[in-house]
Nanobody, 122 residues
Framework: VQLQASGGGLVQAGGSLSLSCTASGSFVNNVMAWFRQAPNKEREFVAAISGSGGTTEFAESVKGRFTISRDNSQKKVFLQMLTLRPEDTAVYLC?????????????????WGQGTQVTVSS
């Protein structure tokens, strides 16, 4: 499975961005997640979605502001980010998990994209 994230950019605080992650290879409706990593910080779970799209999970810091969705026919996962804050600034990475069930730890995911930079100015 190969993952390609896109959609990052520079936005002012309070603004919005939408990220997408396109999968290729032997992708069969895997559990997908978004993580983020800011400079000198640990990789942090953001959101995840089940293979069917029926179950989602979010980090407390983004609940109510971020939405995760997927289109399995296009092998895409999306992260809609609203009301962005400077502390949301990070490289956002998409990940896929071979096993079923959503987990929020990075070592639970087997495939990673290269990341896309999101910068929120104050």
């Amino acid at each position: 499975v190969q993952l390609q994230a896109s959609g990052g950019g520079l936005v002012q605080a309070g603004g919005s961005l939408s990220l997408s992650c396109t999968a290729s290879g032997s992708f069969v409706n895997n559990v997908m997640a978004w993580f983020r990593q800011a400079p000198n910080k640990e990789r942090e779970f953001v959101a995840a979605i089940s293979g069917s799209g029926g179950t989602t999970e979010f980090a407390e810091s983004v609940k109510g502001r971020f939405t995760i969705s997927r289109d399995n026919s296009q092998k895409k996962v999306f992260l809609q980010m609203l009301t962005l804050r400077p502390e949301d600034t990070a490289v956002y990475l998409c990940a896929a998990r071979r096993r079923g069930g959503i987990v929020s730890t990075s070592n639970g995911y087997d495939y990673w994209g290269q990341g896309t930079q999101v910068t929120v100015s104050s």
